[in-house]
């Protein structure tokens, strides 16, 4: 007969998801840490094979931004627009606790666009149209009162962007997640080298963490990746779940299978919100915290991808999310004891 080697594994596993599934009603999570999200705050224009949408607000800071708010308030906001973005919108994010501040409008200017068509399987897309505008020369002016928080979340923006944001902080934050795209590890290697190593937790994808290391295996890619400097990696599989790694732990989040996947933009974003804003709620970096930390942000971007845009996220509840949460632990659930009791 198999030896168990946890007996109190699933007794732990019970636990972790009561702990999250209890996390709205929970006091013990009461002293809230601030965070800061600096990332783009755009228009986007989409098509799928469930429809299409000329112009709809999006950006990695809306996206991250609005998820996190579930989760803890104040949300600050460091990015730039055109006058041409909806003043309507800036009052919903302050509404929300997100503190805009921090955004630059340029008078006369337009804001970010970005236009892509999804494919069949949803999973690839064809970039129809990018126009910098504004963001071609964002300067990320960093208001006195944002400058010391403690949780700081680095959008998809040029390295020396983000190097910029991080040397204008009064202080160290207590965590720094940091994202980024193979465009910059393939025309931007020598900054992004400076930037990884001054990261706590670095977010990307499959292809990236394969461009990045050079490494097919994703285990060995991890460690080569870390070795350039952040403690943790989390490496988004889309439809297949994210790991997260640090040192020699390793923790997988499965993706919720849904029955329609109507819109995928931002859903990375939204993910990287829940997470840090999960974490800041609590306070607790701990490898332990940041499993939970990865479920919430895996529930989250599975309500973004229901609707267009943010559609969804402006509409979510406290019960719905957690929900959402239960069902995770509901795809991954079973009784390992009888399992090894042959």
Avoid at 169 to 176: E, S, T
Avoid at 189 to 205: E, F, G, Q
Avoid at 214 to 238: C, F, N, V, W
Wanted: glycine residues 6%.
């Amino acid at each position: 007969m198999p030896i168990l080697r946890n007996p109190c594994y699933a007794a732990r596993v019970f636990l972790f998801i009561i702990a999250a599934a209890n996390f709205f009603n929970s006091q013990k999570y009461n002293c809230m840490s601030t965070l800061l999200t600096v990332g783009s705050v755009a228009f986007d224009a989409i098509e799928t094979p469930f429809g299409k949408i000329d112009k709809i607000v999006g950006g990695a800071a809306t996206y991250a931004s609005l998820s996190a708010s579930y989760f803890t308030k104040p949300i600050n906001i460091v990015s730039v627009v055109g006058d041409d973005f909806p003043a309507d919108m800036i009052a919903e994010f302050n509404k929300r606790g997100i503190n805009t501040e921090g955004l630059q409008i340029k008078q006369g200017e337009k804001s970010f666009f970005w236009s892509g068509k999804y494919h069949a399987d949803m999973n690839t897309r064809d970039t129809l149209d990018t126009q910098l505008n504004v963001l071609l020369n964002f300067d990320p002016i960093i208001p006195e009162g944002m400058a010391t928080c403690e949780f700081l979340l680095l959008g998809n923006l040029l390295p020396q962007v983000q190097m910029t944001v991080l040397e204008r902080m009064a202080k160290r934050p207590k965590l720094v997640v940091m994202d980024t795209m193979n465009f910059w590890i393939d025309t931007q290697y020598d900054a992004l080298m400076k930037m990884i190593p001054l990261t706590d937790v670095l977010s990307i994808n499959d292809e990236e963490a394969r461009l990045l290391s050079k490494e097919y295996s994703l285990r060995k890619a991890a460690k080569i990746i870390m070795a350039m400097g952040p403690k943790t990696l989390i490496i988004k599989k889309g439809e297949h779940g994210a790991l997260l790694f640090n040192g020699n732990n390793v923790f997988f989040a499965p993706a919720l299978p849904l029955e329609e996947v109507f819109d995928p933009t931002g859903a990375g974003d939204t993910f990287a919100g829940g997470f840090i804003g999960y974490l800041a709620k609590t306070g607790d970096i701990s490898f332990d915290n940041m499993k939970r930390a990865i479920i919430f942000g895996s529930a989250m971007a599975s309500f973004c991808v229901e609707k267009f845009g943010p559609e969804r996220l402006l509409s979510l509840t406290d019960k719905e999310i957690t929900a959402r949460v239960n069902d995770f632990y509901d795809l991954v659930e079973f009784d390992l004891i009888d399992a090894l009791n042959i």
